[in-house]
């Protein structure tokens, strides 16, 4: 039997509900807070053990999660196929894309381990100051061991997510916190047996984390007999015509996020290259406005989830509603953390302050104070583009996603901050890039909204219009705790 506290779903909840939506939602909003504060509590420690070790960590962390993001981002939209195939009540076609998913992480995961030589190499051509540059390198070259392992891990989430099942991530992901978290403070500081390694720790930590994230994934469906239920022992065989299905809609999705991160990356480099001054701050102002953002990527996912349903079932409408509802939900979340931002910077800001005061830490301070302005700001358009992005992605729409933000974000961010970067007075160069982030993010936004509303994505799906008839085994028992 399954575990019914772990099962959220009940027959009573109404399709298209508020009630519905907070099922999924909730469970991986609090699974993706709890992510953010470990990036948090990750720069704090970083930022008590040297200025030096906050600059690296965010553009190190950017470019291998940027290296990573198209495989991420195919992996991730296994979400869509489970959760079509799901509304379409297709259990070994769920298995089957799973399956294709863990196939592709291990092509990619493999395929990243070959970056790790070359990071001083590439660090180097960056040309951040040399401290800064040796400890991005050292960074980075750790991550790409853990990439692997956080592919699978994302796969094997999606087995869940797409089927409604939140509360597993959840837990999971907050005992990977958990374990990160420990990790982090022992291996950056030196506690108990451990020796202080400083960013190198950071590094060990997660990797740590991302390896006992996956076995948690493993044990998880083994124990509540969901591998058996689904069948997934025996539907492992790779599929070509589902593995190039995933490759068309999910490249695209890959593409995205590899253009996104890869903006801001560069985004990250050029501000960098004003000083690390600069540098700092904005690691640190990008890494509290985490704590508004990242949980509303799990509002995305669940929207994806829900709309991929609907599509599923062929009820489009109902996607309309809770793609709405959601965003109601989540622009007040926004709007309340802009209120924080602008009303409590200082209170913000005081974790990070080191035991003896620098100078230079208070020339971080005062710029990140001003960088949180731009975070109230944008944060509203951060909740359009989640919400109504991840609507029409979860439906097919994946192509538009991709072309249109990599037409906005050279356009309007990448290039006006190179020439912000290269022209102007120093003293506005900060301003101005942060100009270029904020004006991105609104015309990104508004232009996901446009396109919900012309509603092409109703007509779309992933998956086979016809399907063929049921093998025994595949019918051989009610899946329990799913959507309805």
């Not at 506290?5 to 298209?16: K, M, Y």
């Not at 750790?142 to 869940?160: D, K, M, N, T």
């Not at 509002?299 to 062929?314: F, Q, S, Y």
Request: charge should be neutral; glycine fraction near 8%.
């Amino acid at each position: 039997m399954e575990d019914p506290s772990l099962n959220q779903q009940t027959s009573t909840v109404s399709p298209g509900s508020l009630r519905e939506l907070a099922n999924v939602a909730v469970p991986l909003v609090l699974s993706c807070g709890s992510l953010s504060i470990m990036h948090v509590v990750d720069r704090i420690f970083l930022t008590w053990w040297s200025t030096d070790a906050v600059a690296a960590a965010l553009p190190a962390g950017l470019i291998q999660w940027t290296i990573m993001s198209i495989a991420m981002g195919k992996a991730m939209y296994v979400n869509t196929f489970v959760a079509q195939y799901e509304g379409a009540n297709q259990r070994q076609r769920v298995s089957e894309a799973v399956w294709q998913g863990v196939y592709l992480a291990l092509i990619w995961g493999g395929l990243l381990l070959l970056c790790a030589p070359f990071a001083g190499i590439f660090f180097h051509w960056i040309g951040h100051t040399a401290e800064v540059q040796a400890l991005e390198a050292e960074y980075f070259s750790i991550l790409c061991l853990g990439s692997g392992p956080a592919l699978l891990s994302a796969v094997l989430s999606c087995f869940y997510t797409g089927r409604g099942q939140t509360m597993v991530v959840m837990w999971v992901n907050l005992t990977s916190v958990l374990v990160n978290m420990l990790l982090d403070y022992c291996l950056i500081f030196g506690a108990g047996p451990f020796p202080a390694l400083g960013i190198r720790g950071a590094a060990i930590a997660t990797v740590t984390a991302n390896v006992s994230t996956l076995l948690l994934y493993l044990f998880i469906m083994l124990a509540r007999h969901e591998a058996r239920r689904y069948g997934l022992f025996n539907h492992w065989r790779f599929n070509r015509e589902l593995f190039m299905r995933l490759i068309r809609y999910g490249f695209p999705n890959g593409l995205l996020y590899f253009i996104d991160i890869i903006g801001f990356t560069l985004f990250i480099v050029l501000v960098g290259r004003i000083g690390k001054i600069e540098l700092a701050a904005t690691t640190i102002a990008f890494n509290l406005n985490s704590l508004a953002f990242v949980p509303m990527m799990g509002v995305g996912t669940a929207v994806m989830t829900l709309v991929g349903k609907r599509i599923g079932e062929g009820r489009p409408q109902l996607a309309v509603t809770t793609t709405w509802k959601a965003f109601a939900v989540s622009a007040t979340y926004m709007l309340l953390f802009a209120v924080i931002y602008v009303g409590f910077p200082e209170l913000l800001l005081r974790p990070y302050a080191p035991e003896v005061m620098t100078e230079d830490f208070l020339k971080v301070k005062q710029a990140a104070i001003v960088l949180l302005r731009f975070a109230a700001l944008f944060s509203f358009f951060d909740a359009m583009v989640v919400v109504f992005g991840s609507a029409i992605r979860g439906a097919g729409d994946t192509r538009f996603c991709m072309i249109y933000t990599l037409l906005t974000g050279w356009a309007i961010m990448v290039i006006p901050t190179f020439l912000v970067w290269r022209y102007a007075d120093v003293g506005e160069k900060l301003f101005g890039s942060w100009v270029a982030c904020t004006s991105y993010l609104g015309v990104l936004g508004i232009g996901y909204l446009i396109r919900f509303l012309a509603g092409h994505w109703k007509q779309m799906r992933v998956i086979e219009d016809h399907f063929p008839e049921p093998t025994a085994e595949d019918s051989e028992q009610p899946v329990e705790g799913a959507l309805t």
